[in-house]
Every structure is written in structure tokens, then in C-alpha cells.
């Protein structure tokens, strides 16, 4: 089994940043891919972000390419998701996930493992 556990979330003014962590625990290895994906309230839980096996590939939704960047230590089994320029719309429940492949995917049903969530809440 796999177990990962979130944090970094919090409250924070538009415009500001914020850095989510994803530590994962168990039987893992580096060899796999991992995302971010968030749901608001009333809205179904959407794709993020996402990065391969070795952070040699990045995939970002329209609505946050050029703010938020996905990044990996495979060292420390911990992905990372730094948002900058933080809009009202970025609030949501913030999700990690973990693929066993190599190849990132932003298909939320092809991620085995995930985790709690981290809330982020952005306030004007």
C-alpha cells in the first residue's frame, strides 16, 4: 500500500503564493507518476497538474499554466506544487495523486493512490 499525505494549504490573499507538498510512504519506489487535481465546492474534482516518473515531463491545466508549477524530489518521495499569482477561483480542496507508471497522465482514473487533500482558500 501506498499512503500520501498533503500539506501547505491555507488561507492566502489573491495574488499571493502558496507551496503544496505531497510526501508519499510505503511501498513506493521512484518509478511513478504523480498529479494534482482540486475540486470546489459544488464542482466536480478536475485535473491540475502532472509530472512523470523522473520530473522530465510537465502537464498543466489552461486555467493555471504560467502560475503553478509541479516539481518532484525523488530522494524524499515528495512532490511539490507551488502556486504563485493565486486567483479566487484557485480555492479548493487540493489532491494528490500517485500513478504506478512512468508516464504522466491527467486522467484522474488512471491514478491508483491518493490523498486526503489540503484545503486552499484564496481571499480578495
Known amino acids: 500500500q501506498v499512503q500520501l499525505v498533503e500539506s501547505g494549504g491555507g488561507l492566502v490573499q489573491a495574488g499571493g503564493s502558496l507551496r503544496l507538498s505531497c510526501a508519499a510512504s510505503?511501498?513506493?519506489?521512484?518509478?511513478?507518476?504523480m498529479g494534482w487535481f482540486r475540486q470546489a465546492p459544488g464542482k466536480e474534482r478536475e485535473f491540475v497538474a502532472a509530472?512523470?516518473?523522473?520530473?522530465?515531463?510537465?502537464s498543466y491545466s489552461d486555467s493555471v499554466k504560467g502560475r503553478f508549477t509541479i516539481s518532484r524530489d525523488n530522494a524524499k518521495n515528495t512532490v511539490y506544487l507551488q502556486m504563485n499569482s493565486l486567483e479566487l477561483e484557485d480555492t479548493a480542496v487540493y489532491y494528490c495523486?500517485?500513478?504506478?507508471?512512468?508516464?504522466?497522465?491527467?486522467?484522474?482514473?488512471?491514478?491508483?493512490?491518493w490523498g486526503q487533500g489540503t484545503q486552499v482558500t484564496v481571499s480578495s
Open positions: 495523486a500517485l500513478g504506478r507508471r512512468i508516464y504522466l497522465t491527467t486522467t484522474e482514473g488512471l491514478y491508483d493512490y
Open positions: 509530472i512523470n516518473w523522473n520530473g522530465g515531463r510537465t
Open positions: 510505503g511501498r513506493t519506489s521512484s518509478m511513478y507518476a
